[in-house]
């Protein structure tokens, strides 16, 4: 009795292990056995969509995003560096329109 629907081989080109338990890459939508469904040990080409974070500038707060061997802190710097919006006064001239007076 066969159950072709059930068995699938390994997506890996050095494997093709028929696998009664096929699993698949949530990042690749791609068939693997055991061995082979970690990302690194298929050397998948969509990690970058699992390892993508995103993080806050602290001066202006604006995100941005951070890929998956980036360090958040040098990127943060790059970014404020290069096109933060921070403006001092304009923080001083707001707290003072909201209390009338000077807060340091």
């Avoid at 093709?16 to 949530?26: E, G, I, R, V």
């Avoid at 890929?67 to 802190?73: C, F, K, M, Q």
């Avoid at 790059?78 to 919006?85: A, G, H, L, T, V």
């Amino acid at each position: 009795m066969e159950f072709p629907a059930l068995v699938e081989h390994c997506s890996e080109k050095t494997c093709k292990q028929l696998d009664f338990l096929p699993l698949n890459c949530d990042a690749c939508d791609k068939v693997f056995c055991k061995d082979h469904v970690q990302y690194e040990q298929h050397k998948c080409s969509t990690t970058y969509k699992k390892y993508m974070q995103v993080s806050v500038r602290p001066l202006c707060h604006v995100p941005f995003p951070v890929g998956r061997e980036e360090i958040i802190d040098v990127v943060a710097g790059q970014r404020m560096d290069k096109d933060c919006k921070y403006n001092p006064l304009h923080q001083l001239h707001l707290i003072r329109n909201k209390s009338g007076a000077f807060k340091l």
